[in-house]
Nanobody, 123 residues
C-alpha cells in the first residue's frame, strides 16, 4: 500500500516536496516512480528511482534539472523534491512501485499505485 502526501498550492517558482510512504517490508527491493495527470490529459511519467542496491534515477525531460527523486529505505519512503515549479506542473501526482531493480517510464510496468496528491502551481 502506498500513501502519497505533500501536495498543495504554490506560486510559480516555488518548491514542494512530495512523499510516498510504503507499507512493504521489502520496500528497498522496489523501483519507485512518480507519475502525474494534469486536467484533461493522460497520466505521464515524471521520475523514477531504482531499487535494490542501485540508486539510479530517471526523469522526464520536462522536469529534468528541477525535480529530484530520492528514497529512504529505512523509512520506506520515496520523495519528489520539486523546485522552480511552473503552472504546467499542475497535476495530481501519483507514486507507484515496481518489483525490479531497474527504472521504467511505462505505467504498465508498475504494480501498486498511491491515491494521488494534488499540486497546483499558480502563475
Amino acid at each position: 500500500q502506498l500513501q502519497a502526501s505533500g501536495g498543495g498550492l504554490v506560486q510559480a517558482g516555488g518548491s514542494l516536496r512530495l512523499s510516498c510512504a510504503a507499507s512493504e517490508r521489502t520496500f528497498g527491493l522496489y523501483n519507485m516512480g512518480w507519475f502525474r495527470q494534469a486536467p484533461g490529459k493522460e497520466r505521464e511519467f515524471v521520475a523514477a528511482v531504482s531499487g535494490w542496491s542501485d540508486t539510479g534515477t530517471n526523469y522526464a525531460e520536462s522536469v529534468q534539472g528541477r525535480f529530484t527523486i530520492s528514497r529512504d529505505n529505512a523509512k520506506n519512503t520515496v520523495y519528489l523534491q520539486m523546485n522552480s515549479l511552473k503552472p504546467e506542473d499542475t497535476a495530481v501526482y501519483y507514486c507507484a512501485n515496481r518489483y525490479s531493480s531497474s527504472t521504467s517510464t511505462s505505467q504498465s510496468d508498475y504494480g501498486d499505485w498511491g491515491q494521488g496528491t494534488l499540486v497546483t502551481v499558480s502563475s
